[in-house]
């Protein structure tokens, strides 16, 4: 099964990941990368664009938002 950070970073297209304690896959893709097979500019793209989809500044208000809202909901429930 694949790590919880390779599933990261194929859900958001953002680099390669290799199996741990592989270093001739780590040698592989590097080589890749270097010989321009990778195309670094849109992985970096794809990584930033993910973080400010699901990481940002914006999201992450809303989500506490969310998340003291339904607290205050679930108290106001409790005291009925």
Same mark, same amino acid.
């Given at each position: 099964?694949?790590?919880?950070?390779?599933? #990261? *970073? &194929?859900?958001?297209?953002? @680099? *390669?990941? *290799?199996?741990? @304690? =592989?270093?001739?896959? *780590?040698?592989?893709?590097?080589?890749?990368?270097?010989?321009? =097979?990778? =195309?670094?500019?849109?992985?970096?793209?794809? @990584?930033? =664009?993910?973080?400010?989809? &699901?990481? !940002?500044?914006?999201?992450?208000?809303?989500?506490?938002?969310?998340?003291?809202? !339904? #607290? #205050?909901?679930?108290?106001?429930?409790?005291?009925?």
């Amino acid at each position: 099964t694949e790590s919880e950070s390779a599933q #990261l *970073v &194929h859900a958001a297209g953002c @680099g *390669v990941a *290799v199996p741990p @304690g =592989d270093p001739a896959a *780590v040698a592989e893709a590097i080589r890749r990368a270097y010989a321009g =097979d990778v =195309d670094l500019a849109a992985l970096g793209a794809a @990584g930033r =664009d993910w973080i400010e989809r &699901h990481r !940002g500044r914006e999201t992450a208000i809303a989500r506490y938002r969310e998340l003291l809202e !339904g #607290l #205050l909901g679930a108290g106001s429930r409790e005291a009925r």
